[in-house]
């Protein structure tokens, strides 16, 4: 394969994990946004909590989409999400475990979900880095 045709692959792998990023950024957003409030028993987390969290992913998931529509995508802003995926993991972690809250069980699942697939997208993000 061609120095270019890598290039591009690597770039189109990037764009992939990118809007893969997005859409599960803004899904998850819309279930803690929209059912903050059903969904507080349920999870033992304050809707006061998961309404907030779950408008900031609609936050994020712009801002990976606008990064993976880009002509050329800015390291640094790549660089950007996978430290607030990073983050998202800590911030998960600390309510699932922390003091702060009582999740139920199904509420740290929840959560723990959450870590996992936030750093598989950081995790991925720094290898379509890498390749390109």
Same mark, same amino acid.
Request: aromatic share 10%; with cysteine; net charge positive.
């Given at each position: ?13 990037? &764009? ?12 998850? *957003?819309?279930?803690? +946004?929209? /059912? %903050?409030?059903?969904?507080? /028993? ?5 809707? %006061?909590? #998961?309404?907030?969290? /779950? ?10 989409? !606008?990064?993976? &529509? &880009?002509?050329?995508?800015? &390291?640094? *802003?790549? !660089? ?7 983050? !998202? ?8 475990? %922390?003091? !702060? ?5 199904? *509420?740290? +699942? ?13 995790? #991925?993000?720094?290898? /379509? #880095?890498?390749?390109?």
């Amino acid at each position: 394969m061609s120095q270019v045709s890598s290039s591009i692959a690597s770039l189109s792998f990037l &764009r992939k994990v990118l809007f893969a990023d997005a859409a599960v950024s803004a899904a998850c *957003g819309a279930l803690m +946004a929209v /059912g %903050g409030t059903p969904l507080q /028993g349920l999870l033992g987390l304050p809707a %006061g909590v #998961l309404v907030p969290a /779950g408008l900031s992913l609609f936050v994020y998931a712009a801002f990976v989409v !606008w990064l993976a &529509r &880009r002509p050329v995508i800015p &390291r640094a *802003g790549v !660089w950007a999400a996978v430290l607030i995926n990073l983050v !998202w993991a800590v911030d998960c972690l600390a309510v699932a475990f %922390g003091p !702060w809250f009582a999740p139920t069980g199904l *509420g740290q +699942a929840f959560l723990l979900v959450q870590v996992v697939t936030v750093i598989a997208f950081a995790e #991925l993000q720094v290898i /379509g #880095l890498r390749r390109g």
